[in-house]
């Protein structure tokens, strides 16, 4: 049965950064063990019920594109087992399939997000500018319609309990300099459009997805942290796929959904899920694991 984890306790491991969703550990010789907890946050609000198994499924789904795109960019996993670098007495059967060890890299201070549909921020930012991150479309563009190429949109990284605001690519260059500007976006929409066209061959839309990156000691990019998974992407059925309307769709945007019917000014703390959208959350993270990646976890 797949386990349940709000928080992670690992006594004698020092705790780097108890994120959103994942808790990060240092480990010696430049590693992390990052533990993906079953929170779930919306609208940049951790919410205060867990979704139970969410954390083993987010990690089996990112373990499995990692190794789909390592020929595109390199990813920080080591291949450590979990169940090595555990302190005695740690329970293994509640981390190892919900946890990484992982090269410890500098993050790379941006969002980077792809986007191959008009939906959510995007479509709210076009709606009002006709523009997305600086971007130029087309007139006349709908709801959930799908754009002419794939647009790199990064947006700032918000602290816990802020919301992230996109930028446009001007100043991703002046963040980060305009050489690592270009292999970030290169690396984004690589990866997008090879995840795209995989999924969409198992009936599955991605709409959108974000990426994190961190670079080593000699400069060089990884993709880290999560990778298309339902917290970080858009999955949309295509069966039930339609232009003007926001599809359903295999990820928390069923919790949004719900949260959007609220009398709710989306800041800390935020409500209560009743067990209908708790258990409804689940099972639309495991149909997603399942098709995607052909992993059933009970």
């Not at 990692?66 to 740690?90: D, I, M, R, S, W």
């Not at 410890?104 to 997305?132: F, M, N």
């Not at 459009?193 to 961190?214: L, P, S, V």
Request: charged share 25%; hydrophobic share 40%; aromatic share 8%.
């Amino acid at each position: 049965m797949p386990t349940t984890l709000l928080e992670s306790n690992l006594p004698g491991l020092e705790l780097v950064h108890r994120g959103k969703v994942r808790d990060v550990f240092a480990l010696p010789g430049d590693r992390l063990l990052i533990v993906a907890s079953d929170r779930l946050s919306a609208f940049d609000v951790v919410l205060p019920d867990p979704i139970p198994g969410k954390g083993e499924m987010l990690t089996q789904i990112s373990n499995f594109w990692f190794g789909k795109t390592a020929h595109l960019v390199p990813n920080h996993l080591t291949g450590t087992p979990v169940e090595e670098v555990l302190p005695a007495g740690v329970d293994p059967g509640l981390y190892a399939k919900r946890s990484v060890v992982a090269r410890r890299l500098k993050a790379v201070p941006v969002e980077a997000i792809a986007r191959g549909y008009l939906i959510g921020s995007g479509w709210k930012d076009y709606q009002r500018t006709g523009a997305l991150c600086g971007i130029e479309l087309p007139h006349g563009l709908r709801q959930a319609e799908r754009l002419p190429e794939p647009i790199f949109t990064p947006s700032t990284k918000a602290p816990k309990g802020t919301h992230d605001e996109n930028i446009g690519f001007d100043e991703v260059e002046k963040l980060i300099g305009p050489d690592l500007a270009r292999q970030l976006r290169d690396a984004t929409l690589a990866i997008y459009r090879f995840a795209a066209a995989y999924a969409a061959e198992r009936g599955i839309i991605i709409a959108d997805t974000k990426f994190e990156f961190g670079t080593d000691a000699d400069g060089r990019l990884y993709v880290m942290d999560e990778m298309l998974t339902p917290d970080s992407s858009r999955f949309w059925p295509a069966e039930q796929y339609a232009v003007g309307i926001s599809p359903p769709s295999y990820d928390k945007q069923f919790v949004r959904d719900y949260l959007e019917t609220l009398d709710w000014d989306k800041r800390a703390p935020g409500p209560k899920l009743p067990r209908e959208v708790i258990d409804g959350t689940a099972t639309k993270y495991a149909e997603a694991l399942r098709k995607l990646a052909g992993i059933t976890l009970d």
